[in-house]
Structures are given as C-alpha cells and as structure tokens.
C-alpha cells in the first residue's frame, strides 16, 4: 500500500521543481525524478513520462513544422504540457490545456495543475464548440495544433475537431500490441472528411507510445 507521507514528500518535490522564474530548466531533473515513483504515483500525475530523448525528438518536429502554438485537450493536471513548454521555452512553444469539471481540478483532492486550464463550462461557448472559444483557450492565437492525449471520447473528440480551423493534429496513444483503447487512435484515428487529413509523422515514445502528426490537406 502506498505510503500517504511518502506521496505527499513527492509531490511537495514535483511542485517545487516546476515553480518560480528558473523552474523551465528543471524538466530533466524532472524526469529523473519521475522515475523514483511506484507506478500508481507516476500515473497519478502523468499517464505517459516520456523520456528527455522522446520530448527532444517531438520538439525538433515541432520546430521543423514551425508549430508554436497547441491546444491540449483534456489535459489533466497539465505536466505532460508544462514539460512540452518547459523543453520548448527557447523556440517560443505554448501549450495550454483545456479541461471539463472545474469543480474537481480545483478542489483539495486534485493534483495541482502544472499550467493555467481552461474549463469549458466557465466559457459562454460552453454550449457549443466554436474557434473564438479555441482562440480564447490560447490568449487570443489561434491554435496551430490541437493535442489529443490518450483521449477516449469520440462524440467529444469530433466536436473539437469541428472547431478548429487550424492545420495540425497531435494524437498520443499507445502502440497496438498493447490492447489499449483510446479513441482517437493514433494510429486509425477514422478522421472525418478522411480525404482532408493525411498522417505526416510518427514518434515512438518508449515502447509503448506513438505519438501521430495529421495535417490538414487543401
């Protein structure tokens, strides 16, 4: 059985890692630390560590593509996105996060959240998916990528995608072999308007993640 003490001991070292002015040069120590923790723990704040060689990787792509601007849906407590940032801070990246259920991610019992959240239903557009409600999510820029992290809700998903007038889709998922469902699936996402998007590049996180680029064709 986990030991509260001990959990609480890690997290008050989590938190102080990815706070104040200098806390970006910190995602390595991060990481490392991330490998300490039991396995509950470790998917307690983050469903997938990806290594310092995997965040490198997606960071290149992302320059290459010159996207700088992602919209993370369904984020979590957000350290996966604050780690994207964190590696990103010197090519300008910005990765914010988007979530339901304010009530519970700002109650006692959340995990604190790693980067400033959105919450749809504190919005006017709470009724319905627009791109000025896309927009707002990231400071007024328009998103060039929406992320999609081990996401599992279609009817959701495609109301997204509805909005979003931007040409990038980032899918994080697990690798077939593993019998893990996630919809969208990296790898068979069953995109609407199939004809529309077409898969860019993939990733290997680990051995067990893929992480699928689908850009918007004219």
Known sequence: MPN???DRDALEAVYELTQGATAQRNWRKLLILGDTFDVQLKRKLLWIWPTAKNLMQFQLKLNELRIQNVLSIGCGNGLLEWLLTAVGAE????????????????SKYAIRSFIPLNYIESSEYNCQLSGDFLRQC??????????????????A????????????????GPQPSLGIHTDPNPLQPELPDCNRWALHSLINWTEHNVVALYKKLP
């Open 4 to 6: 509260a003490q001990s």
């Open 91 to 106: 090519d300008s990246l910005r990765v914010y996060g988007l979530e339901r259920d304010a009530n519970w991610w700002r």
């Open 138 to 155: 990231c400071c007024g820029l328009p998103p060039q990528a929406l992320l999609f992290c081990y996401f599992n809700n279609r009817v």
């Open 157 to 172: 998903f495609l109301e997204y995608l509805s909005a979003f007038a931007g040409s990038w889709l980032i899918i994080i």
